[in-house]
C-alpha cells in the first residue's frame, strides 16, 4: 500500500511542478477573431493589457472585425485570456505553442567564433552587427565606406555603409534601412545579408553589378540600435526605441510614427505607453534626426528608398497617412506588383502589394511617405516573412529563404527604375 500511495504523491506533486514552475516557457501567441463591434472592443481591452504584447495589428485601435489579431500571452495570463475569449464566443487558436523555445533557438550561437561569419543562418546582436559593419569596411576599402550619421538616445552609433562598385562617381544613389522597430530581426539580418552578397558576388551576378555600377548604395543595417539591444537583453518582444521623458513612467517612441509625414493623426497616438507613440513633435528622437539630415543632404541623389519590416509579406508604397493616391501611384503599383510576381514565380511565396494605407491601414509619420513628400518618389517599404506561423520569431534557418525573396523585390524595382531614370 505504502509504495502506491508515494507514487500518488510524486505524480501529485510532479503536476503541481509542472503547473506552477514550467510555465515560464509556456507564452503563447494566439490569432483570433472578432466578429462583432463588441467582441472588437473586448478584444481591444484584453490586448491592452500589460502581460499581453500585440504582434498583429500594431495598435489595438487598428483592430477590426473579421480580421485575425495576433497576441503574444503570457503564460501567467494564459488561463485569464483564453477563459475570455471562450465565454465571449471568439474563434482563435494557438499560432506558436512555446516561444521561448523559438527564442533560445535565434539567440543561439553555434559557430565558435562569433564574429567570424557576417550573415549566416543565424542572428547577430548589436555588437556583432558593429563588428560586421568595421570589418567589412576594412576589407573593401575601396567598395564601401562606414559613415557615422548620429547616435541614438542612448549613444549608441548609426553607421551608415555605402557601397559603391570599382567605378568613377555617379549622380544616383539608393538608401536601405533596417531595424526601425526593434523587434523585427529579419530586418537588420536583410541589410547585413546584401551587404555580404553584394561585396562577394559584384562582377559575378549581373544584377548586382549593374546596382552598384549605376548606384552609390547607402544602407543603415539597425536604426533602432537601443530597442534592439533591448530585445536581447531584456524584452524580446519591445518595438520602440528606448527614449524617456520626465513626465512619464512608459519608455520609447515608434519612430515608424516620428517622421514629419501627416505626424500624429489618426494611426498615432499621442500616449507615451502605446506602441504607437508619435514622441513628443515630428523628428524628436535623435535616431529620425539623423536619419532625415543625412537624407535632406543627399536628396537631390538619392532616387530610391527602402525601408524594411517584418512580418506580413507585404511591399508596400506611399501613403500609409491618407487613403489619397500619390501622383505616380500606377508607375509605383506596377513595379511592387511585378516584384510580387517575381517572389511567386521563384519562391512560390505569396506577397501582397500596394499603398500602405490600403493595404493596411492608415499610419502616419512613417518614414517612406516623409521620403516621398521630399522628393523621393520611389520610396517602398517592405514587410518580410512571414505571415504569422512565426511572426516576430522567424527560425534562424528561414534567414536566407527570407533574404532571397527580399532581394528579388529589391532588384527587380531597382533595375526597372534605372531604365526609367536613364
Given at each position: 500500500?505504502?509504495?502506491?500511495?508515494?507514487?500518488?504523491?510524486?505524480?501529485?506533486?510532479?503536476?503541481?511542478?509542472?503547473?506552477?514552475?514550467?510555465?515560464?516557457?509556456?507564452?503563447?501567441?494566439?490569432?483570433?477573431?472578432?466578429?462583432?463591434?463588441?467582441?472588437?472592443?473586448?478584444?481591444?481591452?484584453?490586448?491592452?493589457?500589460n502581460?499581453?504584447?500585440?504582434?498583429?495589428?500594431?495598435?489595438?485601435?487598428?483592430?477590426?472585425?473579421?480580421?485575425?489579431?495576433?497576441?503574444?500571452?503570457?503564460?501567467?495570463?494564459?488561463?485569464?485570456?483564453?477563459?475570455?475569449?471562450?465565454?465571449?464566443?471568439?474563434?482563435?487558436?494557438v499560432?506558436?505553442?512555446?516561444?521561448?523555445?523559438?527564442?533560445q533557438?535565434?539567440?543561439?550561437?553555434?559557430?565558435?567564433?562569433?564574429?567570424?561569419?557576417?550573415?549566416?543562418?543565424?542572428?547577430?546582436s548589436?555588437e556583432?552587427?558593429y563588428?560586421?559593419?568595421?570589418?567589412?569596411?576594412?576589407?573593401?576599402?575601396?567598395?564601401?565606406?562606414?559613415?557615422?550619421?548620429?547616435?541614438?538616445?542612448?549613444?549608441?552609433?548609426?553607421?551608415?555603409?555605402?557601397?559603391?562598385?570599382?567605378?568613377g562617381?555617379?549622380?544616383?544613389?539608393?538608401w536601405?534601412d533596417?531595424?526601425?522597430?526593434?523587434?523585427?530581426?529579419?530586418?537588420?539580418?536583410?541589410?547585413?545579408?546584401?551587404?555580404?552578397f553584394?561585396?562577394?558576388?559584384?562582377?559575378e551576378?549581373?544584377d548586382?553589378?549593374?546596382?552598384?555600377?549605376?548606384?552609390?548604395?547607402?544602407?543603415?543595417?539597425?536604426?533602432?540600435?537601443?530597442?534592439?539591444k533591448?530585445?536581447?537583453?531584456?524584452?524580446?518582444?519591445?518595438?520602440k526605441?528606448?527614449?524617456?521623458?520626465?513626465?512619464?513612467?512608459?519608455?520609447?517612441?515608434?519612430?515608424?510614427?516620428?517622421?514629419?509625414?501627416?505626424?500624429?493623426?489618426?494611426?498615432?497616438?499621442?500616449?507615451?505607453?502605446?506602441?504607437?507613440?508619435?514622441?513628443?513633435?515630428?523628428?524628436?528622437?535623435?535616431?529620425?534626426?539623423?536619419?532625415?539630415?543625412f537624407?535632406?543632404?543627399?536628396k537631390?541623389?538619392?532616387?530610391?528608398?527602402?525601408?524594411?519590416?517584418?512580418?506580413?509579406?507585404?511591399?508596400?508604397?506611399?501613403?500609409?497617412?491618407?487613403h489619397?493616391?500619390?501622383?505616380?501611384?500606377?508607375?509605383?503599383?506596377?513595379?511592387?506588383?511585378?516584384?510580387?510576381?517575381?517572389?511567386?514565380?521563384?519562391?512560390?511565396?505569396?506577397?501582397?502589394?500596394?499603398?500602405?494605407?490600403?493595404?493596411?491601414?492608415?499610419a502616419?509619420?512613417?518614414?517612406?511617405?516623409?521620403?516621398?513628400?521630399?522628393?523621393?518618389?520611389?520610396?517602398?517599404?517592405?514587410?518580410l516573412?512571414?505571415?504569422?506561423?512565426?511572426?516576430?520569431?522567424?527560425?534562424?534557418?528561414?534567414i536566407?529563404?527570407?533574404c532571397?525573396?527580399?532581394?528579388?523585390?529589391?532588384?527587380?524595382?531597382?533595375?526597372?527604375?534605372?531604365?526609367?531614370?536613364?
Amino acid at each position: 500500500m505504502r509504495p502506491l500511495v508515494l507514487l500518488t504523491i510524486l505524480i501529485a506533486f510532479h503536476c503541481v511542478l509542472r503547473n506552477c514552475f514550467c510555465t515560464s516557457e509556456q507564452d503563447k501567441v494566439l490569432s483570433i477573431t472578432a466578429v462583432t463591434q463588441e467582441q472588437v472592443n473586448l478584444l481591444q481591452n484584453i490586448s491592452s493589457h500589460n502581460e499581453t504584447v500585440l504582434w498583429q495589428p500594431a495598435s489595438p485601435s487598428h483592430i477590426t472585425a473579421n480580421t485575425p489579431v495576433h497576441l503574444y500571452v503570457q503564460s501567467s495570463s494564459l488561463a485569464r485570456v483564453t477563459e475570455q475569449l471562450q465565454t465571449h464566443g471568439f474563434l482563435f487558436r494557438v499560432l506558436l505553442e512555446n516561444t521561448q523555445r523559438l527564442i533560445q533557438e535565434q539567440t543561439r550561437n553555434d559557430t565558435t567564433d562569433p564574429k567570424s561569419s557576417g550573415t549566416n543562418e543565424r542572428y547577430h546582436s548589436l555588437e556583432d552587427i558593429y563588428h560586421f559593419l568595421n570589418k567589412t569596411s576594412e576589407d573593401y576599402p575601396d567598395m564601401t565606406k562606414l559613415i557615422l550619421i548620429g547616435s541614438s538616445f542612448e549613444k549608441n552609433p548609426l553607421f551608415v555603409l555605402k557601397l559603391s562598385g570599382r567605378r568613377g562617381p555617379v549622380d544616383k544613389a539608393m538608401w536601405m534601412d533596417c531595424g526601425i522597430h526593434a523587434r523585427e530581426w529579419i530586418s537588420p539580418a536583410f541589410c547585413l545579408w546584401f551587404i555580404k552578397f553584394a561585396l562577394t558576388f559584384y562582377k559575378e551576378n549581373p544584377d548586382i553589378t549593374t546596382m552598384l555600377d549605376k548606384l552609390d548604395i547607402y544602407i543603415l543595417p539597425i536604426m533602432n540600435p537601443d530597442g534592439y539591444k533591448y530585445t536581447w537583453t531584456t524584452n524580446r518582444m519591445w518595438r520602440k526605441n528606448r527614449a524617456s521623458r520626465d513626465d512619464s513612467l512608459c519608455v520609447g517612441v515608434d519612430l515608424n510614427r516620428n517622421f514629419d509625414a501627416n505626424w500624429c493623426t489618426k494611426g498615432a497616438s499621442s500616449n507615451p505607453c502605446s506602441d504607437i507613440y508619435c514622441g513628443q513633435y515630428p523628428e524628436s528622437e535623435p535616431e529620425v534626426q539623423a536619419v532625415t539630415k543625412f537624407l535632406r543632404s543627399h536628396k537631390d541623389v538619392v532616387k530610391l528608398y527602402f525601408s524594411i519590416h517584418s512580418y506580413s509579406q507585404m511591399l508596400l508604397f506611399p501613403y500609409s497617412y491618407t487613403h489619397e493616391q500619390i501622383p505616380n501611384h500606377n508607375e509605383l503599383y506596377d513595379l511592387v506588383q511585378e516584384a510580387s510576381s517575381k517572389i511567386r514565380r521563384h519562391y512560390r511565396n505569396q506577397y501582397r502589394f500596394g499603398s500602405g494605407a490600403k493595404t493596411i491601414y492608415i499610419a502616419p509619420g512613417g518614414s517612406d511617405d516623409w521620403a516621398y513628400d521630399q522628393g523621393i518618389k520611389y520610396s517602398f517599404t517592405f514587410e518580410l516573412q512571414d505571415r504569422g506561423q512565426y511572426g516576430f520569431l522567424l527560425p534562424p534557418n528561414l534567414i536566407t529563404s527570407a533574404c532571397n525573396e527580399a532581394f528579388a523585390a529589391v532588384k527587380t524595382i531597382v533595375l526597372r527604375v534605372l531604365v526609367k531614370l536613364q
